[in-house]
């Protein structure tokens, strides 16, 4: 049983937005910084965004700085990513991440 479940990903027109979660399965979760990765075709996985374990405190990549949001609920063990305005080189896998756990990714495609 995977840890991480990422849900949300599909094909979206450039500009569009769209919301990516991730269901964490552990307790860990609740005190874990969480993270958001990428990876496009022919390309090596990239960091996107992070949150600490409180939700105060995020960072994001220079590419993704004021489109995309990321966000946690403890309650639900779940981390969000909103993505809006989004652009053709978003393309790509997404996944999860807490410490060495990975998520199955969810597959995003923005056409222009």
């Known amino acids: 049983q995977r840890q991480l479940v990422e849900s949300g990903g599909g094909l979206v027109q450039a500009g569009g937005s769209l919301r990516l979660t991730c269901v964490d399965s552990e307790r860990a979760f609740r005190s874990a910084v969480m993270r958001w990765f990428r990876q496009a075709p022919g390309k090596e996985r990239e960091f996107v965004a992070y949150?600490?374990?409180?939700?105060?405190?995020?960072a994001y990549s220079d590419s993704v700085k004021g489109r995309f949001t990321i966000s946690r609920d403890n309650a639900k063990n779940t981390v969000y990513l909103q993505m809006n305005t989004l652009k053709p080189e978003d393309t790509g896998v997404y996944y999860c991440?807490?410490?060495?756990?990975w998520g199955q990714g969810t597959q995003v495609t923005v056409s222009s």
């Open positions: 991440n807490r410490e060495a756990i």
């Open positions: 949150i600490a374990a409180s939700g105060r405190t995020t």
